[in-house]
């Protein structure tokens, strides 16, 4: 079956500009997740869904990001008015569930740059 | 919160036993252990996890010491298409019932030929 999308592969942005970068969980799978991962770093951890609720949202780098999750589905990460430090590949993964036995499934990512 | 130590870099020789430490000496009692790997420019991809005892699957067996301070991932027969780097994960879980993946920096093994 389809595995874990992302959309774009590829995004160059003016700082300053906003962006929206989306992810395409494997249907079914109620919990998402979302990383960054900067050059050469590993990764961190943003912020999570359990369907459509992010219960903690302390893991966002600054007020200038956000995300959504609808429909149990799809979701948007937003960095408004972007900075050269966010300059990064997002990865989005998602999971059949919350609990500890299950796997997390990675999309290849959004790599991000701001000029 | 728990965080984990990998050293940078390891080889080794193909058909043999790679052997990965991980240190997560501040780790809580219910906080699990994971190792993901990610392959040059791709999603990471799961490899195994546990709380206490030794796990093995198809792929690779986690031992994990007795005081959980310390991890050792070991891919039985490496190959070439194993070099990739290595992260060893704790997930923290919080009174509130939430939760966070705490990823180490890695470890990028390069198995030779």
């Known amino acids: 079956g389809a595995g874990v999308s992302q959309s774009p592969s590829n995004k160059v942005t003016e700082k300053g500009k906003d962006v929206e970068l989306r992810c395409d969980p494997i249907s079914g799978h109620t919990a998402l997740y979302w990383y960054r991962q900067r050059l050469g770093q590993g990764l961190e951890f943003l912020i999570y869904?359990?369907?459509?609720?992010?219960?903690?949202k302390s893991g966002l780098p600054s007020d200038r990001f956000s995300a959504e999750r609808t429909g149990e589905s799809v979701s948007t990460l937003t960095i408004q008015r972007t900075q050269q430090e966010d300059s990064a590949v997002y990865l989005c993964?998602?999971?059949?569930?919350?609990?500890?036995?299950?796997?997390?499934?990675f999309g290849p990512g959004t790599r991000l740059t701001v000029t | 919160d728990a965080k984990t130590t990998q050293p940078p870099s390891m080889d080794c020789a193909e058909g043999r036993a790679a052997n990965l430490p991980c240190n997560h000496s501040?780790?809580?009692?219910?906080?699990?252990v994971y190792w993901y790997r990610q392959i040059h420019s791709q999603g990471p991809q799961y490899i195994i996890h546990?709380?206490?005892n030794n796990e093995t699957n198809e792929m690779a067996s986690l031992i994990i010491t007795e005081d959980r301070k310390s991890s050792t991932l070991i891919l039985p027969h490496a190959t070439l298409r194993d070099t990739a780097v290595y992260y060893c994960?704790?997930?923290?879980?919080?009174?509130?019932?939430?939760?966070?993946?705490?990823f180490g920096t890695g470890t990028r093994l390069k198995v030779l030929a």
């Open positions: 501040t780790i809580s009692g219910n906080e699990y």
């Open positions: 993964a998602s999971s059949e569930g919350t609990r500890s036995r299950y796997e997390q499934y």
């Open positions: 546990g709380l206490k």
């Open positions: 869904f359990q369907g459509n609720s992010a219960p903690d």
């Open positions: 994960i704790v997930r923290v879980a919080y009174s509130s019932g939430t939760y966070k993946y705490i």
